[in-house]
């Protein structure tokens, strides 16, 4: 069965960086596009950020452009989420979702003094 596993999260001051992982299994992960979302308490999920199946392009929310870096391993089944210079707005759950739309659990991020 597809299983997606995030993690990574946790509690950094603004300016710090994190770094998420998504351990993907049950599917043949090197054939799909890879997405990060995230939901901020009280708003709507929404696209973070999402790389091809090669890994050779990727694209970013406006929000989080020179900030943030998708990248994927596909030797590995993995995807990750480098969020460099975070802000309290970059706080909420960080899900990672494949192309053919299956989501993992979500990891908590949280940006505060």
């Known amino acids: 069965q597809v299983r997606l596993v995030a993690s990574g999260g946790g509690l950094v001051q603004p300016g710090g960086s994190l770094r998420l992982s998504c351990a993907a299994s049950?599917?043949?992960?090197?054939?799909?596009?890879m997405n990060w979302y995230r939901q901020a308490p009280g708003k709507e999920r929404e696209l973070v950020a999402s790389i091809t199946s090669t890994g050779g392009t990727t694209n970013y929310a406006d929000s989080v452009k020179g900030r943030f870096t998708i990248s994927r391993d596909n030797a590995k089944n993995m995807a990750y989420l480098q969020m460099n210079s975070l802000e309290p707005k970059d706080t909420g759950v960080y899900y990672c979702?494949?192309?053919?739309?299956?989501w993992g659990q979500g990891t908590q991020v949280t940006v505060s003094t």
């Open positions: 049950g599917f043949p992960f090197s054939y799909y596009a």
């Open positions: 979702k494949t192309q053919i739309g299956f």
